[in-house]
RNA sequence: GUGGUUGUAGCUCAGUUGGUUAGAGCGCUGGUUUGUGGUGCCGGAAGUCGCGGGUUCGAAUCCCGUCUUCCACCCCA
């Protein structure tokens, strides 16, 4: 072997037992998401560069993976921008098309160029791998999948209600119990922000605010004071940095806070309404929690925010998230359409899945039964029976060589296939098989339809 | 994008102040009565020590660059 070979930073291969791992979750997600009356769609992994761009922030912008033209792409670039090396102003002259970010915005696009097709409200659900050009760290990487599910044409809360227990039902069913449902309401952080006479920094008072239980009060204070937010404004926030208790109780804090403030009035009045439905239709292992101090950088969202923290013990980010955009279609040219909806991380799912160690035993690759090949004639008369069982139900194969019994057992071991199956010389003049049971070793002598009985 | 960290056999790692043919465990492979795996015993193959430069009589070991890993920022799923 020369040099070895790699793969680009930030991307995976995924073994058999894997890929079966990763479809258990994903089928689980899609179960509900079907269930709860989305639909399917997909769209293209690289979209036109300015459907995406603008769209994320700066930060985002810088993230996107950008596709080199194909051609002669350098003979276009405006010689004096080449000349100055400045990124911003070629980048856009030599790639015309950028892998997708996330699933949101690409679908934005989709209800817009299909708004004709398409019946409302509409309820779409999207698993399909983005691209972040990130630097790696544990959970998070540059290639990973992500499971939407979003209604758009709907202003009802109903919607948001029904997204958290979508969640519940989701992380209940994986049996990733614990986990915290974080909600939180940009109309509130807007009001905050009016309160305080800090409205044209929403942006960064919400990241600075975003950090409290990081980086504590004292430091988010400093923060603050360093984006130009004045020192009497941020002492009015005493009461949200020290905001404790439960749900309803934080709630009433915040009223009383921003009982000025019409657009907090009504950030305080959605979440109210929404938690006082999810209170009484009840949560199955998850837990609704209010966090004022949850902002989310994608700043399309404009109502409700979410985001999903693995139960309490497991390190990592946010293993979900999602929030309502009132404009996001409109960017695309579609206006009054409001949408929200939610994400799964697939990738950090299943991290915290494996370290809690509850994937279930049965999502297992290859097959129930292997016959062991004992030559020609054996082997011909053992096809027969593999293609019986097969329509039977049961996954079965034919070692394909005879080889020594010992290195055929030895890969069913491997495999963790549960049966083997002897048929020798024997057993043909018996007209039977000699079934092994690999965990116990136990073995018995019976007819193939016995065998068949066993299996169902 | 910023700072730090890591890289030695397929895998997990040793490798002493730079000094002969770079080691271990696991795995793989062959044998151990030619129809029986998961725990035995004996043997074997396998590494341009991440890659590229440099210092040196001599580099896995020191220096620089680069890529990768993980961590902290940033941001997020």
Redesign the pocket.
Known sequence: ??QKPSI???TRDFSPVEVQRRQYVMNTIKHHFEHYGFMPIETPSFENSDTLLGKY?E?GDR?IFKILNNGQYLSKVNDQDLQSKNEYKVSPQISKRALRY?LTVPFARYVVQHQNDIAFPFKRYQIQPVW?A????????QE?Y?CDADVVGSDSLLQEVELVKLYDAVFSDLKLDGCTIKINNRKILAGIAQMIGAEDQLIDFT?ALD?LD?IGADKVKEEMVQKGISETAIEKLNPVFSLQGDFATKLQVMRSLLSESEIGLKGIEELEFINHKVVKLGLKSATLDLDITLA???NYYTGCIFE?AAPEGVKM?????GGRYDDLTSMFGLKNVSGVGI?F?L??IYLVIEELGLFPDSVRAGVDVLFIN?GDKEAAHAMDLVFRFRDNGIKTELYPEAT????Q??YA??NQIPYVI?L????MAAGAL?L?N??T?E?ELLQPEAVIEKFK
Do not use: W
């Not at 990130?134 to 990487?141: K, N």
């Not at 980010?317 to 998230?321: D, E, H, L, P, V």
């Not at 020798?424 to 057993?427: A, Y």
């Open positions: 072997m020369a680009p930073k930030g922030g930060e993230l996330d972040r990130d630097r790696p760290q544990h959970g998070r990487f990973f992500q990241v950090k990081k989310r950088g994608l999903v980010g946010s293993i979900g998230g994400s991380g990738d950090r004992f020594k019994t010992n290195k057992m030895k071991d491997r002897l020798g010389e024997d057993e000699l092994k690999m965990e070793g073995q």
